[in-house]
């Protein structure tokens, strides 16, 4: 029996490295060997607190049939060796990332309504390799339905390409959010997302586009990849209340930005982005939230601001992410802070990110 080394999810803290049996490649499948996957707050998530996306105990994933253990990893890139017998849009040789959302065209059913409008991202079946569907990138390889693969030309590197998928997030809430070039940004947090929609607004020609930010750490990472500025809301200006982050915008602009993208998703960066947005603008949510959070509706009604909000991303996204990494302006391979083998990635990887996360943006894992 042919066996390859997983890093399989059991539940909170209980991830083991396992050699489990090769999967089959079926007719409208393609093998990849994984190069490098990256570890992202979801997956650390499962890890602290799961399951939440992964299958429940005891119970079958309700789109897939899949069950615990599953092999995690859900930001892959690697080299395509086998395809299945009825393939054609895909070659062996072929290097590439894995789009690893799962909609009706891989479980083979027609298509539900949001599918049918192109936006499969928000199918109703919707599931995800790495986390809900059976394969993960946090293995020597995978097993996927053709239409997942997203080729990417031999220039760019696979450890870059690996950063597809956070990429892709981002480039979706952008496109998602109707920015237009010259538009004014203020970005609430500087983690791996809030960062990756920077790198893409620079690429896609943002005008002044400010950071904010508490971590030093991080505050340095968004000045050096572009931020006009960036602004600590701890700050507090003795004898003024006033937020200081929405004083800033206020000075900066007239009377506010176009964009406000919330990648922090506490009550305080919501008020925050509602008063340093426009009249008109758009407030644009990319934070899962633990809790609800309190809106005042007048705040819309009056200024006519809008308040949206985005997942995951389609593969026009990923497509636009291919083009500009392989134009050369985007020059993502800053994002990756450190790269780990797949038997250290617990220590190296997930609790790394939990016990260090300031110093981090993307750590990659390589299997071998
Ligand atoms: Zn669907």
Redesign the pocket.
């Known amino acids: 029996m042919t066996t390859v080394t997983a890093a399989r999810y059991y539940g909170p803290k209980d991830v083991r490295i396992e050699d489990i049996a090769q999967q089959e490649c079926g007719p409208l499948q393609v093998r990849v060997k994984i190069a490098f996957c990256g570890v992202c707050g979801s997956d650390l998530h499962e890890y602290l607190g799961g399951p939440i996306l992964t299958p429940q105990f005891g119970h079958a994933h309700p789109h897939t049939g899949l069950r615990l253990p599953v092999t995690l990893g859900h930001e892959m890139s690697g080299t395509v060796v086998e395809v299945g017998s009825a393939v054609t849009t895909v070659a062996v040789g072929q290097q590439c990332a894995v789009n690893p959302s799962v ?2 065209r891989h479980h083979g ?1 027609e ?6 409008l192109g936006k ?1 991202n ?5 599931a995800c390799y790495g986390l809900s569907a059976l394969g993960g990138g946090l293995s020597d390889e995978i097993v996927v339905h053709s239409a997942s693969i997203v080729p990417v030309p031999s220039s760019i590197p696979l450890s870059v390409s690996a950063l597809c998928e956070p990429l892709a997030v981002a480039c979706h809430m952008i496109r998602v959010s109707e920015f237009q070039p010259g538009d004014s940004v203020l970005i609430l947090g500087a983690g791996p997302i809030g960062l990756a929609i920077l790198l893409l607004l620079k690429v896609q020609g943002v005008g002044q586009v400010f950071v904010s930010e508490i971590s030093p750490l991080r505050s340095e990472k968004a000045k050096h990849f572009g931020a006009d500025a960036v602004i600590n809301p701890a700050q507090k200006v003795q004898g003024n209340d006033r937020d200081v982050v929405v004083g800033f915008v206020h000075g900066q602009t007239d009377g506010g930005v176009d964009i406000t993208f919330d990648a922090t998703g506490i009550q305080a960066t919501l008020d925050t982005a509602i008063a340093a947005t426009r009249a008109g603008g758009t407030i644009f949510n990319v934070a899962i939230h633990d809790k609800p959070l309190q809106i005042d509706p007048n705040a819309f009604t009056l200024m006519e601001k809008k308040y949206m909000g985005g997942l995951c991303y389609t593969s026009e996204d990923f497509a636009t992410v291919v083009e500009a990494l392989a134009s050369g302006k985007l020059r993502a391979e800053e994002m990756i802070t450190a790269i780990v083998p797949l038997s250290d990635v617990i220590g190296g990887a997930f609790e790394e990110l939990i016990s260090n996360k300031d110093r981090h943006i993307k750590i990659l894992v390589r299997p071998q």
Do not use: A, I
């Not at 298509?111 to 049918?116: D, E, G, I, M, T």
């Not at 928000?122 to 919707?126: H, M, P, S, T």
């Open positions: 909609d009706d059913l298509q539900c309504r949001p599918c049918s499969p928000l199918c109703k079946r919707w």
